[in-house]
């Protein structure tokens, strides 16, 4: 994960686009957002050729997209589109790794490598974030960056020694948080592998956000990786 965070008010509705050539993923996705407070999926496309047509139509901020779409892969598709509508962030979400993929993904400037096995919640707060300008690779994906890119993203991290030096009023416990929450965990989810109620766990991440000084939860796991606690 490498991060590049406004610290400006997340616009009120972001507007997404789902490519992927599996009908009942995107279902999923759509259903995802149908819930979410500040995201609107305005079109979706089953495969490249659709994909490029309905994005220079519709115009959306944030396009999530599968690599393998049938026609055309990702890649092709962002390139198609990035001269006429400069300003779409995409992001590739996708089950599959390969460092030559991600290197030319990278290259091309988008502002997203995210895997499917991601949870749903946190991909909700990635793509609120994205669009205000933030960028989220997921750490799987950071590792092979770091191998291709040694001089550019340090091979080695931070020790927790140094992390605990650099951001001491985090408690032992709020530590065993925000690891859960760099994994993507909701707080749920931390309350049950914790033991700990659902309304502690969310006291917890409200504190480390307001102690790392970060606007949320997914700036907060950005900083943990950044810093070298994960």
């Given at each position: 994960m490498?991060?590049?965070v406004?610290?400006?008010?997340?616009?009120?509705t972001?507007?997404?686009?789902l490519?992927?050539?599996?009908?009942l993923?995107r279902?999923?996705i759509?259903?995802?957002?149908?819930?979410?407070?500040g995201?609107?999926?305005?079109?979706?496309?089953?495969?490249?050729k659709?994909?490029?047509s309905?994005?220079l139509?519709?115009?959306?901020d944030?396009?999530?997209?599968?690599?393998e779409?049938?026609?055309i892969?990702?890649?092709?598709?962002?390139e198609?589109?990035?001269?006429?509508?400069p300003?779409v962030?995409?992001v590739?979400?996708?089950s599959?790794?390969?460092?030559h993929?991600?290197?030319?993904?990278?290259k091309m400037?988008?502002?997203?490598?995210i895997?499917?096995?991601?949870?749903?919640?946190f991909?909700?707060?990635?793509?609120?974030s994205?669009?205000?300008?933030?960028?989220?690779i997921?750490k799987?994906?950071v590792?092979?960056?770091?191998?291709?890119?040694p001089?550019?993203?340090?091979a080695?991290?931070?020790?927790?020694?140094?992390?605990k030096s650099?951001?001491?009023n985090?408690?032992?416990?709020e530590?065993e948080?925000?690891k859960?929450?760099?994994?993507?965990?909701?707080?749920?989810q931390?309350?049950?592998?914790?033991?700990i109620?659902?309304?502690t766990?969310?006291?917890?991440?409200c504190?480390?956000i307001?102690k790392?000084v970060v606007?949320?939860?997914?700036?907060?796991?950005v900083?943990a990786?950044?810093?070298g606690?994960?």
């Amino acid at each position: 994960m490498e991060n590049s965070v406004s610290t400006n008010k997340l616009q009120q509705t972001v507007r997404l686009m789902l490519v992927d050539d599996h009908k009942l993923f995107r279902c999923g996705i759509k259903s995802l957002f149908e819930n979410s407070k500040g995201v609107c999926v305005v079109a979706e496309a089953s495969n490249g050729k659709e994909g490029v047509s309905k994005i220079l139509a519709q115009n959306p901020d944030v396009v999530l997209l599968d690599l393998e779409l049938g026609d055309i892969n990702g890649l092709d598709l962002i390139e198609k589109v990035t001269a006429q509508k400069p300003n779409v962030k995409f992001v590739i979400l996708t089950s599959h790794i390969n460092e030559h993929v991600i290197n030319k993904a990278m290259k091309m400037g988008i502002y997203g490598y995210i895997l499917k096995d991601i949870n749903a919640e946190f991909l909700d707060m990635i793509v609120k974030s994205i669009s205000n300008g933030a960028m989220w690779i997921d750490k799987k994906v950071v590792q092979i960056l770091r191998e291709l890119n040694p001089n550019v993203i340090p091979a080695t991290q931070v020790s927790r020694t140094n992390f605990k030096s650099t951001h001491a009023n985090l408690t032992a416990r709020e530590y065993e948080v925000l690891k859960l929450v760099v994994d993507g965990k909701s707080n749920l989810q931390i309350a049950n592998e914790l033991h700990i109620s659902e309304h502690t766990s969310k006291a917890h991440v409200c504190n480390i956000i307001q102690k790392l000084v970060v606007d949320d939860r997914t700036q907060a796991a950005v900083k943990a990786i950044r810093e070298g606690i994960v």
